[in-house]
C-alpha cells in the first residue's frame, strides 16, 4: 500500500481515500490490520533518548578552564606532591558536585507529546464496532468520533455530524474548528483543512467518522515531535560569553606558563622538576577555580526570586537570558488574550451598544441604556434560549462547557441581569437543532404556558440575512433595511470581531418539531454581536514595559490576519501589514530578514513558520524569548534563546519545550522576569569582576617572583585557599544586591558585545596590580625586617585578602560610588565577618597552620591588613569617580 504526501490528504475526495488506502465502509479486517500494523508499527511517538546521570555528571568537567586544572593535577601527581594534587582535584570535584545537583531534569517534550494519544479508540473493523487501543490504530481503519473524543490519529473525515474540534494547541485557532466531508484547496493551511481531524486535537462536538491516514510519527502531531527533536538548543548569552571568556582566559595561561617555565629554566637554571610546579601554580593561581561555583549559586538564587514572582525556570543558566533578550515573539491565543470570547458590541436597527468586562464572568456594564434597552434584551433572551451550553463558577473563576461562542451569549445574558432558569421556564425549550457547520445555525422551539411559540435562529450573519425580510426596532418590526446591516458587518470585520446574528420567528400553534425546511424565510432579525478574544489587560502595559527597556514585541499567530491586526492594535503593537504563513511560504530568508525588521504581527502560522521566524530572528542578530502555550509552539520554544510556556493553560509539551514556565500566565511576570534577569547579570559581572583581580594578583605575584629569582610569596595551597574561600564568602554576597535604579531604562545588552568591556578589563588590571602591590611589598619588606618565611606568606595572604574586602564595597555599584549600608543587603557585612574568622583560623589553628604554612601575626601585621583594605577602596573610588567625570564631559561636547 502506498501513501500520498500527508499535505494533501485534504484535497482528496473521501472516496478517493478509502480507495487509495485500500479500506472500505466496513473498515479493515483483523488478519489485515495486524499486518499493517507489524509494517507501520505502533501508534506512538518514540521517546526521546536523554542523557544518563553519568553522562551528565561528567558532563560538568567539559570545561578549558577544568581541563587545565586537571592537567595540573596530573603533573603534581607526577612530580609526588600528593597534597597539592589532592586538593586541587577535590576543588574541581567540588564545582562538578554542585553544577551536576543544580542542573534541571532532561529534555522530555516528546514525552510529554505522547501523552496527548488517547489510550482507546472506537474503530469499525470486518463491519463491527470495536474499542481498541489508539496505539494499535493502522492507516485505513475507521475511526468513530463524538464529543469529549481526543483524535488518535491522522482522520480523512468521511462523514460529519455537525463535527467541531478544538485545535488551539496546535493551530493556534481560539475557536472550535468546523469540519465536513468536502475536499479543500491542495495549498490550504492546517487551519483551513475542515476535512481532516489531526492527532492530538479534542471534538467539541457532534461526531463523524474518519479514516486514519497518518500514525504515530506520521502525523501532523509526530512532525512536530519530530520538528522539535531535530531544534538545535542554543547556548544562553551568559554560557557563550562564559565560553568565549573561558578560551581566552585559557589560552593567557598557557602561554604565561609555557613561557614562566622556558624562562626559568633557560634563562634562571632552575631544574624543570621546579619550574613544573612554578607553572602549576601560576595556572592555579590565574584559575578562578570558585567562579563556577558562585555562578551556580548567583543563578539558583535568581530562580528562587523568579519563582516568587510566579516565573518557573527549568533550566539554571536561563535565569539571566531574558536580561538579554531583544525580541519577544508572543503567541496570540491565551498569551496575550484570554482565550475567553467576549461579546465587545451588540447591533440592533436602532443603536450600538458597547459591552464592558471580559472573559465569562457575567460583570460588566451594557451602554447605552435607555428606552431601547428592551431591544437588547430580547436580542439577548434569544441568545440565552437558543443555547446548549452552561457557565459556572468553580473557586471564583467561571468555567464554561460547550461552545465558547454560545457560552459568550450566556455571559451577555447575565450581565444584562437576566435569569436562565426564569426565562427557560417562562419559554421552555420544545425542541432544538444543533449547529450545522454547513448551513452555519442553530436553532431552538420553544411555547408559553398560552401556547404561544417562537422560534429563535443564531448563526453568521450572512445566512439570517437569506432568511430575515424584517427587523426589530423599538419592539416594532419593520422591513429589513440590508444597507445598514452590511455597514455593521463592515465595521465589524474592521474592529475584527467575529459577528453573529440573531432572528426570531413565530411559531404555529400545532408545531413542536423544527426541521430544516422551517427555517427557511420569515424571520425577523433582532441584531447582531460583535465577539472578540479580548486581550489581558496587563498584557498592554507589559508590552509597553518591553517596549521602554528597548525589547520588540511580535505577535505569532495560527488565527486570521484581520483579528490578528485588531488585536495587536489594542495591545499597543504596530499592526501595519501582517505576514500571513502563505507570505512567509513566498519569501526568500534574505527578503524575510528585511520584513521582520518592519513587521508585529505574523498570521495563520504553522509550527515549522514560527520556528523559521525564531531563526531568522537569531540570523539578523536578536536574542529572542518566544512564548506560548501549545503543542504547536513547541518547536520555536526550543529553539529560541529562551522559551516561555503558560503554566496554566499551557500544554505539557510547552512546557517541557521552555526553559521557563510563567506559573501565572500572565504575560506581564515576563516584564517582572526581565527585571530579574537583568539584576542576575549584573551581579554575575559584579562577581566576575570581583573574583578576577584575586586571582590576577596571585599570577602577578608568582610571575614577579620567578622574575627577579624570589622564593615564592604565596604558595600553591595558599592560593587555593584564597580563591576558594574568597569567592564563596565575598562574591557569593554580590549575588544578593537588589536591582539598580536605572536597570529597566537600560536597552539590552549588545550579544555581541565582550562580557568585559575595556573599561571593565582596566579596572580588573588596576585592582589587581593595587593587590600584587600590597602582598608583594609587604612580603618583601617584612623578609627584609627578619620575619620567618612562614610569618611573611601569612602577611601577604592577609594582604590579600583584606584589599578584597575593601574592593567589595566599591563592587556593589558598576557605575556609582562604594555602598556602605547593611538594610539593602546585610549579607556583605555578614560575609567580611565570616572571612575575618576564617582568616583568622587560617592563622592561628594549629591544623591550619600545619596544613598551608602559617604563623601568628600581631597587631603590627593586622594594621597593614586594614591600612591596604581602606587604600584599594579608596583608590578604586578615585579611579571610577575619573572615568564617570570623564565620559560626562565628553558626552556635553558631544551635544
Known sequence: MTTPSPTHWHAQTAEASLEQLASGPAG?????????????????????????????????????????????????????????????????????????IQEGKAEQAMRAIQKLLTLDSRVKRGGEVRQIPAEDLVPGDLVLLEAGDRVPADLRLLETRDLRIEEAALTGESLPADKTSKPVAPEASLGDRHSMAYSGTLVSAGGGVGVVVATAGETELGRISHLLGSVEQLQTPLLADMARFARQLTLIILVLSAATFAFGTLLRGYSAGDMLMAAVGLAVAAIPEGLPAVLTIILALGVQRMARRQSIIRRLPAVESLGAVTVVCSDKTGTLTRNEMTVQRVYTAARRFEVEGVGYAPLGAVSPTGDLAHDLHDLARAGLLANSASLCEVDSQWCITGDPTEAALLTLAGKLQLDAEDEAARLPRVDALPFSSERRYLASLHRDADGNGVIYLVGAPERLLEVCDQQCRDGIDEPLDSRVWDDVLGEGAAAGLRMIGLARRAAGSGQHELNHADLDGGFVLLGLVGMLDPPREEAILAIEECHNAGIHVKMITGDHAATAASIAERLGLPAGNPLTGADLDDLTDAELDERLRETSVFARTSPSHKLRLVERLQAIGERVAMTGDGVNDSPALKRADIGIAMGIKGTEAAKEAAQMVLADDNFATIAHAVEEGRTVYDNLKKSIL????????????????????MTLPITPLQILWVNMITAVTLALALAFEPAEDDLMERPPRNPKAPLLSGELLWLILLVSLLLTVASLGLFIYTQQLGWSMEASRTLAV???????????????????????????????????????????????????????????????????????????????????????????????TMK
Open 28 to 100: 479493515l479486517d483483523t488478519d489485515e490490520a495486524e499486518r499493517r500494523l507489524a509494517s507501520h508499527g505502533p501508534n506512538r511517538l518514540p521517546e526521546p533518548a536523554g542523557a544518563g546521570p553519568l553522562k551528565r555528571f561528567l558532563l560538568q568537567f567539559h570545561n578549558l578552564l577544568i581541563y587545565v586544572l586537571l592537567a595540573s593535577t596530573l603533573v603534581t601527581l607526577a612530580l609526588g606532591e600528593w597534597l597539592d594534587s589532592a586538593v586541587i582535584f577535590g576543588v574541581v570535584l567540588i564545582n562538578a558536585v554542585i553544577g551536576f
Open 798 to 892: 592577609n594582604a590579600l585578602v583584606f584589599g578584597e574586602i575593601g574592593y567589595l564595597f566599591s563592587s556593589r555599584r558598576l557605575n556609582g560610588p562604594a555602598r556602605f549600608g547593611v538594610k539593602d543587603n546585610p549579607m556583605v557585612w555578614g560575609m567580611v565577618a565570616l572571612i575575618v574568622l576564617l582568616q583568622l583560623g587560617f592563622t592561628y589553628v594549629p591544623a591550619l597552620q600545619s596544613l598551608f604554612g602559617t604563623r601568628e601575626l600581631g597587631l603590627e601585621g593586622w594594621g597593614w591588613c586594614l591600612g591596604t583594605a581602606a587604600a584599594t577602596c579608596a583608590v578604586v573610588e578615585v579611579d571610577k569617580w575619573l572615568r564617570h567625570s570623564i565620559a560626562s564631559n565628553r558626552r556635553k
Open 690 to 709: 570581583f573574583i578576577l583581580p584575586t586571582s590576577g594578583a596571585q599570577a602577578i605575584v608568582l610571575l614577579t617572583a620567578i622574575l627577579l629569582g
